[in-house]
C-alpha cells in the first residue's frame, strides 16, 4: 500500500528519562535561591520505532517519572499499529486509560509524548516539517520572552534582543514588576507569573491585577491555582487586565473551561502534558473560537517539546509568544541535535522533515533521574509557607499580595 493510504507499523517505544541539570540548577526559575522547585527537573523523551527504520521524537512531562511507567503501559495499545493513524492512536489510548480515572497531566503527557513522536514519523515519511501538515505555516518565526527576577537581569534579556520578559513570584510579584518596568521602560512587554498557588485568593488575585493595572502587562499568569474556577470567574468579573494560565493543566479537556467561560485571553498550554501535538492543535482551535491568544508554557520542560510548540505556533493564526529558558543549563543544547535560532529576540521556525530534532542518547544516559519533586533547600521550616499550603502560610504572605508598590 502506499505512503499516502497507511504509515509504517510502529515496531517499538522507547523512553529517556534523565535529570535536566545537577541538583543546584533549576531551569523552572529566574530567581533559585530558594526556590523548591531547584534540581527538580527532569526531562522524558519517547522514542517510536517503525519496521521501516523511521524513528519518531516525542517528550512527555506532568512528572515525567510517572509518566515514563504510562509510556511503558500505552506502549501495548500502539505498537503493531499504523503510525500515521495519529487521531485514532491518541483515541485508542484515552479509551485504554478510562479506568484509571479522568484524564489528567501523567495520563496526557504520555498519550502527548506518544502523539508528537508520531507526528515526527509521519512528516520525516512525507518529506515536509510537521508544521506543512498542520495547514502549512503563517509565520518564519515566534516572538520569544525571557525571564527576568530584578532589573539587571531583564536589562541583560533587552540587551540580548529579547522584547519581552516575565518576572513573577509566589512572594512579591508586583514589586517585582514594578522595578522592570521602570529598568526596561514602556516598550517592553512584561508579563507577571504568579504561580497559582492554593493559598492566593480571589480578593489576593484581584488585588494583585488592579496594583499591576498601571504597568499595563501583556498578562498576568496563574493569578489563582488551577483547580479554582471559581476564583477565575470572580477574578474575571473584578478585572480588565488580560489574565493567562492552563500550563498545569492535562489535556485538552482540563483547559476547555477556561476558554469556555472566557476566564482567560491568553492560553499557556503545555506541550509536554496537553496531549501533544494534537492536543496543543485542539486547543489553538478552540481558543481562536473564543478569540483568546496561545503562549504555550516551556519553564520545565526540554527541548524536544519546545520543537512541538514551534511547529504549532507557526501553523495557527492566533500564536501569541513563547516561553524561552534563557539562560538554562548548557544541557539544554547538548542532549539534542538541533537548537532553535534566536533573532531579534525571536525564535526561528525549524524547517526540517518532522520535528526536526533528535536526542543525543549517549548525553541523556550520562544523566540519570534522580529527583523529581521539590524540596526545600536546607529542609522543612515547620509552621511556615514551605511545609503546609492554605491556612499559615495566609498571614506573613499577605502584605506582599496587597499591591503593595
Ligand atoms: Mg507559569
Redesign the pocket.
Known amino acids: 500500500m502506499s505512503a499516502a493510504i497507511k504509515g509504517p507499523r510502529i515496531t517499538g517505544i522507547r523512553t529517556f528519562l534523565m535529570q535536566a541539570g545537577p541538583l543546584g540548577v533549576s531551569g523552572w526559575a529566574a530567581d533559585v535561591r530558594n526556590s523548591i522547585t531547584t534540581g527538580t527537573r527532569n526531562w522524558l523523551f519517547v522514542k517510536v520505532e517503525t519496521e521501516d527504520g523511521i524513528t519518531g521524537i516525542g517528550e512527555g512531562s506532568g512528572w515525567p517519572r510517572v509518566v515514563e511507567a504510562a509510556v511503558r503501559d500505552l506502549s501495548s495499545v500502539v505498537i503493531g499499529q499504523d503510525a500515521f493513524a495519529i487521531e485514532l492512536m491518541t483515541q485508542r489510548m484515552q479509551v485504554a486509560m478510562m479506568g484509571h480515572g479522568m484524564s489528567g497531566v501523567v495520563g496526557q503527557g504520555a498519550i502527548g509524548a506518544i502523539d508528537m513522536a508520531l507526528w515526527d514519523i509521519k512528516g520525516k515519511a512525507l518529506g515536509v516539517p510537521v508544521w506543512q501538515l498542520l495547514g502549512g505555516r503563517l509565520r518564519d518565526r515566534i516572538r520569544a520572552y525571557a525571564h527576568a527576577s530584578t532589573p539587571d537581569q531583564a536589562r541583560a534579556a533587552v540587551a540580548k534582543g529579547f522584547r519581552a520578559l516575565k518576572t513573577g513570584g509566589v512572594k512579591n510579584p508586583v514589586e517585582k514588576a514594578t522595578a522592570i518596568r521602570e529598568a526596561v521602560g514602556d516598550d517592553i512587554d512584561i508579563m507577571i ?1 504568579a ?1 497559582g498557588p492554593p493559598w492566593l485568593t480571589a480578593p489576593d488575585a484581584i488585588g494583585i491585577c488592579h496594583a499591576l493595572a498601571p504597568l499595563a502587562p501583556l498578562f498576568v ?2 493569578p489563582l491555582a488551577p483547580e479554582d474556577m471559581e476564583g477565575y470567574r470572580r477574578l474575571r468579573a473584578s478585572t480588565d487586565v488580560p489574565l493567562a494560565s492552563g ?1 498545569r493543566h492535562g489535556g485538552f479537556q482540563g483547559i476547555a473551561t477556561l476558554l469556555h467561560e472566557g476566564l482567560v485571553d491568553v492560553v499557556q498550554p503545555d506541550a509536554g502534558r496537553c496531549g501533544g501535538i494534537t492536543g496543543l492543535r485542539k486547543i489553538a482551535i478552540h481558543a481562536e473560537s473564543r478569540f483568546a491568544t496561545l503562549a504555550p ?1 516551556a ?1 520545565s520542560l526540554g527541548p524536544v517539546a519546545e520543537y512541538a510548540a514551534l511547529h504549532v505556533l507557526a501553523a495557527v493564526p492566533n500564536a501569541l509568544i513563547l516561553e524561552k529558558m534563557d539562560p538554562d543549563w548548557d544541557g539544554r543544547a547538548r542532549c539534542v541535535t538541533a537548537t532553535p535560532e534566536l533573532r531579534d529576540g525571536h525564535l526561528m521556525i525549524p524547517e526540517a522533515p518532522g520535528l526536526g530534532i533528535d536526542i543525543d542518547e549517549e548525553f541523556v544516559a550520562l544523566h540519570p533521574s534522580i529527583r523529581n519533586v521539590g524540596l526545600p533547600a536546607g529542609g522543612w521550616p515547620e509552621g511556615t509557607e514551605a511545609a503546609t499550603l492554605y491556612a499559615q502560610p495566609r498571614h506573613p504572605r499577605a502584605p506582599a499580595f496587597r499591591g503593595k508598590r
Open positions: 507569573d504561580h499568569e496563574e500550563e508554557h519553564g
